[in-house]
């Protein structure tokens, strides 16, 4: 099992940058790829980037390429997500994943977390 807990939303001017972090509780936090995912108001959730368990491979959604940046470290069990140059379509809550493999399918990830909402103003 493995309970994640994400924090360090809130609200940014666009152009700005924030820092998620998603905090993972279990011993096998290291055997995990992870991944972040968000979903904006009456929108479908969405991809936005993922790590291996040994950070050696990074995906990310094309919408969020060259500005946002994937990182974990496995000895604070904990993934962050660098957001730079934010937007205000990167308005959304923004939820950390779980899951076996490296991958942008959100079906494919076990474990969620409750999510941290992110507001980006004009």
């Known amino acids: 099992q493995v309970q994640l807990v994400e924090s360090g939303g809130g609200l940014v001017q666009a152009g700005g940058s924030l820092r998620l972090s998603c905090a993972a509780s279990?011993?096998?936090?290291?055997?995990?790829?992870m991944g972040w995912f968000r979903q904006a108001p009456g929108k479908e959730r969405e991809f936005v980037a993922a790590?291996?368990?040994?950070?050696?491979?990074?995906y990310y959604g094309t919408s969020v390429k060259r500005r946002f940046t994937i990182s974990r470290d496995n000895a604070k069990i904990t993934v962050y997500l660098h957001m730079n140059s934010l937007k205000p379509e990167d308005t959304a809550v923004y939820y950390c994943?779980?899951?076996?493999?490296?991958?942008?399918?959100?079906?494919?990830?076990?474990?969620w977390g409750q999510g941290t909402q992110v507001t980006v103003s004009p």
């Open positions: 994943a779980a899951g076996d493999h490296i991958t942008s399918g959100m079906n494919d990830y076990d474990y």
């Open positions: 279990g011993r096998t936090f290291g055997r995990y790829a």
């Open positions: 790590i291996s368990w040994s950070g050696g491979s990074r």
